[in-house]
């Protein structure tokens, strides 16, 4: 996720740390540096001039005078007009008072749509929301099925257009219009608290596309409606949102397809051309990568400080508390730590989604990009086969694991036996480590820690 861009402009702010005044040329080159670095990244050019002269004003009456420690002022200036052209604070979403709460969303055919109400769905729900998906997508062959699986997947009803395919609701028609309305009316007779509404996109913007997506919200009088564009169609998303803007007058953008490797500056624009605010960010294909967008978040993590907070979110969402009070409990009864608790820990972690994306989160510090690229997701998926090809006794005892006993589970999970025979090593680390910790009186601030 923007990862060139974030490269370049940590790179700019290297040359500056340690210095002890800036001269004017100083924040000239820094400042024709961001101004390369985001116009290489298709941030759009209005944009770029309007953010580098306010950061070129602040830094020459912020920093060049007085300031201890000007490198880290200019860090921090960036950082502040990143904020404001993602959109500056976090908006929430405008609830209906009475009634539903309608979302439309809008946008070019592939855009991610009928992924995003899927999540939306999910994200809703999990909130304790009652979402109902509506497929007005009659246009795209198959979006109303994906709607479903979709809607399935999330645990979430979908009320779609053709009777015969499985629906809980019955409609025969064929106006994405009609399916909008009686969509929202089912809802508010079924009384689900929020209704998605999916609608139809073509390949590029065309008149015929905007009156129905126009049509649709006149019929339907939506809350909100969500404009979603793929970061990684480039220059032309800033075309693209302009021409939404004023064909449907979205209230928010979603930012699809972030995980991808585009240099994602358009999607950065689009909220500063369009005055419309980044609500939340799609991070991938299946309903969990998906997050709601912050814009002081998004924009330390670009600037390579970090995005912990996303990250205690995404582990406090999926960690088991019974779990980690049974890891806690061991340690108070200083009991063995076992194969059976690694592989309790290694799906806590999996159970957060893709490790990888997680250390992404994680300020520059930790680990460095070229770490990350080498790191690979599966090596969690070959650890659990090596665990679960043994017997219960081996993973309490792993001591008893002989030569034959390696070759069988080397076999048994389809590794070479020194992968299985680095594991076991690193397990054994892990094991002392505990031992240790549990010894020298516990985790801090556990239970029984003290003793
Ligand atoms: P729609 O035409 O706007 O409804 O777009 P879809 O939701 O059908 O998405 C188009 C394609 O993009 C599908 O193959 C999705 O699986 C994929 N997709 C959607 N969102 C994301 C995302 O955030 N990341 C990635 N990598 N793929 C996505």
Wanted: hydrophobic share 40%.
């Amino acid at each position: 996720m923007f990862n060139s861009l974030s490269d370049r402009l940590t790179a700019t702010f290297k040359n500056l740390r340690g210095k002890g005044r800036l001269t004017e040329a100083d924040v000239d080159g820094t400042v024709r540096e961001i101004r390369r670095a985001l116009l290489d990244a298709d941030v759009a050019v209005p944009v770029v001039r309007e953010f580098t002269a306010a950061v070129k004003e602040r830094a020459l009456a912020e920093t060049v005078s007085q300031s201890l420690n000007p490198g880290q002022q200019v860090v921090k200036i960036v950082n502040e007009e990143l904020v404001t052209i993602l959109g500056g604070e976090t908006r929430r979403i405008t609830m209906a008072k009475y009634g539903p709460t309608v979302i439309m969303l809008a946008g070019l055919q592939g855009a991610g749509k009928t992924t995003l109400a899927g999540k939306l769905a999910k994200h809703f729900k999990a909130q304790g929301h009652t979402p109902l998906l509506v497929a007005c997508d009659l246009q795209r062959p198959n979006a109303v099925k994906q709607l479903q699986i979709n809607g399935e997947r999330a645990g979430v009803p979908v009320y779609a257009p053709h009777p015969g395919v499985s629906s809980e609701f019955e409609e025969a028609t064929g106006d994405p219009v009609v399916v909008a309305r009686n969509g929202v009316s089912e809802a508010r007779q079924k009384q689900f608290d929020i209704v998605i509404v999916d609608t139809a996109g073509r390949l590029g913007v065309d008149t015929e596309l905007m009156k129905q997506a126009r049509d649709i919200r006149d019929a339907i009088k939506p809350q909100e409606v969500f404009f979603v564009i793929d970061a990684m169609i480039g220059q032309d998303a800033v075309n693209t949102a302009l021409a939404f803007q004023e064909g449907v007058e979205f209230t928010g953008v979603v930012l699809s397809k972030l995980d991808g490797d585009a240099r994602g500056g358009a999607a950065l624009s689009v909220a500063s051309v369009t005055g419309k605010p980044v609500m939340f960010a799609s991070t991938g294909e299946s309903l969990d990568d998906f997050e709601v967008f912050h814009p002081d978040r998004m924009a330390s993590r670009i600037l390579d400080m970090g995005d912990i907070l996303t990250l205690i979110e995404q582990a406090e969402r999926s960690w088991d508390k019974g779990e980690a009070e049974r890891m806690a409990q061991k340690f108070v009864d200083r009991e063995d730590f076992t194969l059976d608790d690694f592989l309790a820990q290694m799906q806590q972690i999996k159970k957060m989604g893709s490790l990888k994306k997680m250390l992404a989160m994680m300020p520059g510090a930790a680990i460095s990009r070229q770490q990350l690229e080498q790191f690979d997701d599966r090596q969690m998926d070959r650890i659990e086969a090596m665990i679960r090809s043994m017997t219960p006794h081996e993973r309490v005892a792993p001591k008893i694991i002989n030569g034959s006993r390696r070759a069988r589970i080397a076999t048994g999970s389809g590794v070479s036996v020194s992968e299985l025979n680095q594991m076991l090593e690193r397990f054994g680390e892990a094991q002392k480590m505990m031992k240790k910790l549990a010894q020298g009186g516990g985790m801090p601030g556990m239970p029984g820690g003290a003793r």
